[in-house]
């Protein structure tokens, strides 16, 4: 089920993943047109639907997609998977080292049957290297890659970054790796198998760090503090709640403008904060000036004044914040979807890629099993009546 004149229209994927990482991906690329199929075992699918027993952790990650069950611990079920996949353009799996190639469905299986799919596999650690075997979840992807030791204070323990950096961030390396082997195969006429690693993503989000690292050696954690300019770090707001805060970011030429806005114009000549090594060494009484002014406005009043001032600004909106914030509804960022078991519905994010020629229509996540008669139809030729057999079987 694609949607027309989209970017990924024509293109079907098969989803046989689970939790974040390749539901990720998945959906955004459902975002752009294509057929996702989320394959699921018939007896409770993706594991993220029994989180909480809410499925909100299912839903936020399988919009656009259509949920067909498969036994593939039955012959009959292997059979219509084949089938599937001698149809489909791309396969997304997460499972455990070795898990599809013990079923007989690995890579090498099904390029025989598909020499054109491209087989994607995320993994923790990889399918090579020293740490293939280990299993890997969010905090370890990060504690391996490198950004735990890089977030937080210098007398605190390294810190775990709740931005998903590990399962989303590796959702989003595959699509890329995706729609570059999908773009390589109009060239070669074959697909191939591509690989991310959540150990590999994480690392190439930190690449700044590894440069601090080579100019200075490990880094030291500094908290909310970007660099040596001043200011570069939050500043509590009123009335003073537990995210009442603002992060100005000025660079050198940007303090005239933080002068002016704060009111005081002879902060600008003074020799404490001249230069910006003048106001790095003399921060914590710069610092202070700035916090008496913003904790006399609100943090969405400081964001304005800073940002008609050209000086970078921006409110640490919390998560309710951020669901009506009018700047993300306008561009379709906060959406609201309808679930049948779900009263009122859910929101959730929408897709922040934006293609003047592929615009977006959300569709509600599946139930489990809901498109599995439309789908095997479809691609397998399955009547009613042979259907209700293969449930009978277990098969689907």
Same mark, same amino acid.
């Given at each position: 089920?694609?949607?027309?004149?989209?970017?990924?229209?024509?293109?079907?994927?098969?989803?046989?993943?689970?939790?974040?990482?390749?539901?990720?991906?998945?959906?955004?690329?459902?975002?752009?047109?294509?057929?996702?199929?989320?394959?699921?075992?018939?007896?409770?699918?993706?594991?993220?639907?029994?989180?909480?027993?809410?499925?909100?952790?299912?839903?936020?990650?399988?919009?656009?997609?259509?949920?067909?069950?498969?036994?593939?611990?039955?012959?009959?079920?292997?059979?219509?998977?084949?089938?599937?996949?001698?149809?489909?353009?791309?396969?997304?799996?997460?499972?455990?080292?070795?898990?599809?190639?013990?079923?007989?469905?690995?890579?090498?299986?099904?390029?025989?049957?598909?020499?054109?799919? $491209?087989? /994607?596999? *995320?993994?923790?650690?990889? !399918?090579? =290297?020293?740490?293939? %075997?280990?299993?890997?979840?969010?905090?370890? +992807?990060?504690?391996?890659?490198?950004?735990?030791?890089?977030?937080?204070?210098?007398?605190?323990?390294?810190?775990?970054?709740?931005?998903?950096?590990?399962?989303?961030?590796?959702?989003?390396?595959?699509?890329?790796? $995706?729609? /570059?082997? *999908?773009?390589?195969?109009? !060239?070669? =006429?074959?697909?191939? %198998?591509?690989?991310?690693?959540?150990?590999? +993503?994480?690392?190439?989000?930190?690449?700044?760090?590894?440069?601090?690292?080579?100019?200075?050696?490990?880094?030291?954690?500094?908290?909310?503090?970007?660099?040596?300019?001043?200011?570069?770090?939050?500043?509590?707001?009123?009335?003073?709640?537990?995210?009442?805060?603002?992060?100005?970011?000025?660079?050198?030429?940007?303090?005239?403008?933080?002068?002016?806005?704060?009111?005081?114009?002879?902060?600008?000549?003074?020799?404490?904060?001249?230069?910006?090594?003048?106001?790095?060494?003399?921060?914590?009484?710069?610092?202070?000036?700035?916090?008496?002014?913003?904790?006399?406005?609100?943090?969405?009043?400081?964001?304005?004044?800073?940002?008609?001032?050209?000086?970078?600004?921006?409110?640490?909106?919390?998560?309710?914040?951020?669901?009506?914030?009018?700047?993300?509804?306008?561009?379709?960022?906060?959406?609201?979807?309808?679930?049948?078991?779900?009263?009122?519905?859910?929101?959730?994010?929408?897709?922040?890629?934006?293609?003047?020629?592929?615009?977006?229509?959300?569709?509600?996540?599946?139930?489990?099993?809901?498109?599995?008669?439309?789908?095997?139809?479809?691609?397998?030729?399955?009547?009613?009546?042979?259907?209700?057999?293969?449930?009978?079987?277990?098969?689907?």
């Amino acid at each position: 089920m694609t949607t027309p004149n989209q970017a990924l229209s024509g293109i079907r994927v098969i989803d046989m993943t689970h939790n974040q990482a390749g539901p990720a991906c998945a959906q955004m690329m459902g975002f752009l047109g294509a057929d996702v199929i989320k394959l699921e075992e018939p007896k409770g699918g993706d594991v993220a639907r029994a989180q909480n027993n809410d499925e909100l952790f299912f839903l936020v990650f399988n919009a656009n997609k259509r949920s067909l069950t498969l036994n593939l611990k039955t012959e009959a079920g292997k059979e219509l998977f084949r089938k599937v996949i001698a149809q489909s353009d791309v396969l997304i799996e997460n499972f455990g080292p070795g898990a599809l190639d013990r079923m007989g469905l690995g890579w090498k299986e099904l390029q025989k049957i598909n020499p054109r799919l $491209i087989y /994607a596999t *995320i993994k923790g650690f990889g !399918t090579y =290297g020293p740490h293939a %075997h280990f299993k890997s979840y969010e905090p370890i +992807a990060q504690a391996m890659g490198g950004a735990m030791c890089v977030t937080g204070t210098a007398d605190g323990p390294p810190t775990y970054n709740w931005p998903a950096i590990g399962d989303s961030g590796t959702g989003m390396h595959m699509a890329i790796a $995706i729609l /570059a082997a *999908i773009n390589q195969r109009h !060239t070669t =006429g074959r697909g191939q %198998h591509v690989e991310v690693a959540m150990q590999d +993503a994480v690392l190439n989000l930190i690449r700044i760090s590894l440069r601090e690292h080579q100019r200075n050696g490990v880094p030291v954690r500094t908290g909310n503090q970007l660099g040596k300019n001043v200011p570069g770090t939050t500043f509590r707001c009123a009335p003073g709640g537990p995210n009442d805060y603002v992060y100005i970011y000025a660079q050198p030429q940007m303090w005239a403008g933080v002068c002016k806005v704060l009111g005081r114009p002879e902060l600008e000549s003074n020799p404490l904060f001249k230069t910006n090594p003048d106001r790095w060494t003399n921060r914590v009484a710069l610092e202070a000036i700035i916090t008496e002014w913003t904790m006399q406005r609100s943090k969405h009043e400081v964001m304005k004044l800073m940002g008609d001032a050209g000086v970078p600004c921006g409110a640490c909106q919390d998560t309710g914040e951020v669901m009506a914030d009018p700047h993300l509804k306008a561009r379709d960022m906060i959406v609201e979807l309808d679930y049948p078991k779900r009263k009122g519905g859910f929101k959730t994010v929408g897709s922040p890629l934006k293609l003047s020629d592929s615009p977006v229509t959300f569709r509600r996540p599946p139930m489990l099993g809901e498109h599995t008669g439309e789908v095997l139809a479809e691609l397998c030729g399955v009547d009613s009546g042979r259907l209700e057999k293969l449930k009978t079987e277990g098969a689907v």
